[in-house]
Every structure is written in structure tokens, then in C-alpha cells.
């Protein structure tokens, strides 16, 4: 079982910056690929970014590729997502997840976090 906690959500001014922060515990995070989704309210989880275990392999959705970036630091358990430029349509809860391989589709990862509200101000 891995525990997923993310944290480093709020409210900020459209073109602001926000960086989330998802912390893991139980198995050793570093055995998965992780990522981060999104959920609007009224609209499906999408996929946002997602990192392999080394780090070595990224991906990103269009809407975001240029202004997001994933990292992960597996010495401590902790994947990143850096927000930069954001804007009112980045407004979602997001949610960290953790899977057997780095890939942008839901069903592939098996641990999910609660999620963390992230509100851009137009």
C-alpha cells in the first residue's frame, strides 16, 4: 500500500505561480511512476503530468506542457508540480497518483491522494 498526501494548493492571481507538493509513504515511492490529474467541477479527472521512477521520462498534457513542470525527489518521497503563468482554467482539485508505469491514462496508476484545491483569480 503507498499513502498519497498532497499539499501546497490555494488561491492565486491568474499568471501567479503555485507548487504542489505529493508525499508518500508505506512502499517505497521510488518502485512507482507517479502523476498528477485534475478534476473541475462538473468535468472528468484529466490527466495533467506524470514522471517515471528515475525521473529520467516526463509527460504533459497540451494545456499545460510549457508551464507545468513534474519532478520527484526519492530520497524523500515527494513528487512536485511546478505551476507557473497560471491561469482560470487551471482551477481544479489536484490529485497525485501513483502507478506501475509512467503514462497518461487513469487506469494504470493505483494509488490515489485525496487531492488539494488549486483557485486561479482572473
Do not use: H
Request: hydrophobic share 35%; glycine share 10%.
Amino acid at each position: 500500500q503507498v499513502q498519497l498526501v498532497e499539499s501546497g494548493g490555494g488561491l492565486v492571481q491568474a499568471g501567479g505561480s503555485l507548487r504542489l507538493s505529493c508525499a508518500a509513504s508505506g512502499r517505497t515511492s521510488s518502485n512507482y511512476a507517479m502523476g498528477w490529474f485534475r478534476q473541475a467541477p462538473g468535468k472528468e479527472r484529466e490527466f495533467v503530468a506524470a514522471i517515471s521512477r528515475s525521473g529520467s521520462t516526463t509527460y504533459y498534457a497540451d494545456s499545460v506542457k510549457g508551464r507545468f513542470t513534474i519532478s520527484r525527489d526519492n530520497a524523500k518521497n515527494t513528487v512536485y508540480l511546478q505551476m507557473n503563468s497560471l491561469k482560470a482554467e487551471d482551477t481544479a482539485v489536484y490529485v497525485c497518483a501513483a502507478g506501475r508505469l509512467v503514462a497518461t491514462i487513469l487506469r494504470v496508476y493505483d494509488y490515489w491522494g485525496q487531492g488539494t484545491q488549486v483557485t486561479v483569480s482572473s
